[in-house]
């Protein structure tokens, strides 16, 4: 979880194998009236679990920490 905290402090908007935005009806989280896109990262590329994020401004909020494949994107 060390790597997936330096990725997301550091570049939490890069797509790489591992991050990247959701997409379809899981693109977008709306909060307070405003509209973000949601992004998955996988900490580790073989493994299952996911977290959900988005960002606002330079402020990285964690919307869901899965800690297997979420049914969501199956």
Known sequence: ???TWDF???TPLQTTATNYPLEGSLAVITRGGQTFQRWQHKPTPKGSARVWFY???GTV???QVHTAHPNETR
Request: aromatic share 8%; net charge negative.
């Open 8 to 10: 997301l402090t550091r």
């Open 55 to 57: 960002v606002d401004g």
């Open 61 to 63: 909020y964690l919307e």
């Open 1 to 3: 979880m060390s790597e």
